[in-house]
């Protein structure tokens, strides 16, 4: 049994797609300042930071760190506990 089923991908044959459509990206984490360190301290272990209660800003500042660092990774998250709309709605704040 799949510990979250609710993610769980699931096609029918007859399901069709609606055709992709043109979208413009915005890059959130351009605007934030490079001395940023309310989210990000240095080092490299971070933690404390539940990424799915951040507020706008705070997705800026981790857009900002993921250009730089180019990987970040944190453990814990409660991505999986969430509604799959809600956690596709964190994902597109970043970025398609």
């Known amino acids: 049994m799949a510990r979250h089923p609710h993610h ?4 029918s044959p ?7 459509k043109p979208f413009e990206h915005c890059e959130h984490g351009k605007g934030v300042g490079t001395s940023y360190n309310s989210l990000f301290p240095e080092g ?6 539940q990424l799915s209660a ?3 800003a ?3 500042e981790l857009a900002r760190s993921v250009m730089e660092r180019k990987v970040v990774a944190f453990r814990g998250q409660d991505f999986a ?4 709309e809600e956690a596709l709605k964190f994902g597109e704040y970043l970025g398609r």
């Open 58 to 60: 705070g997705k800026d």
């Open 54 to 56: 951040l507020t706008s």
């Open 14 to 20: 007859g399901q069709k797609s609606p055709p992709l």
């Open 8 to 11: 769980l991908p699931t096609w």
């Open 81 to 84: 506990d969430l509604p799959v």
């Open 44 to 49: 490299t272990t971070v933690r404390g930071i």
